[in-house]
């Protein structure tokens, strides 16, 4: 059974930084294409970003891009999200997700999930 297991969440203020972890149990990690949503208060969970099972291929959604990264370290299990310039319309609770190799936007195509992380903005 894959874990997920996602840390690092917090309170930030606006403009500020803050980098989420997610470590996923196994040793078919590296098998994985790993994702990044987020789910607001009253609103659907939304794609963030995702990385394939290599970390050739790295994916943003539009909210995000210049401003969030993904990166993944295969022997550590580990993929993490850095965040900067972060704005009051980030807060959300933060999952990451896995799926075999190719990374999508579409979170039903995503088999596995973490519990997720807050991650609050304050103005």
């Not at 874990?3 to 606006?14: K, P």
């Not at 994985?32 to 970003?49: D, I, L, N, S, T």
Request: aromatic share 14%.
């Amino acid at each position: 059974q894959v874990q997920l297991v996602e840390s690092g969440g917090g309170l930030v203020q606006a403009g500020g930084s803050l980098r989420v972890s997610c470590v996923v149990s196994g040793r078919t990690f590296r098998t994985y294409a790993m994702g990044w949503f987020r789910q607001a208060p009253g609103k659907e969970r939304e794609f963030v970003a995702a990385i394939n099972w290599s970390g050739a291929s790295t994916y943003y959604a539009d909210s995000v891009k210049g401003r969030f990264t993904i990166s993944r370290d295969n022997p550590k299990n580990t993929v993490y999200l850095q965040m900067n310039s972060l704005k009051p319309e980030d807060t959300a609770v933060y999952y990451c997700a896995a799926r075999p190799f190719i990374a999508t936007q579409g979170r039903h195509d995503y088999d596995y999930w973490g519990q997720g992380t807050q991650v609050t903005v304050s103005s």
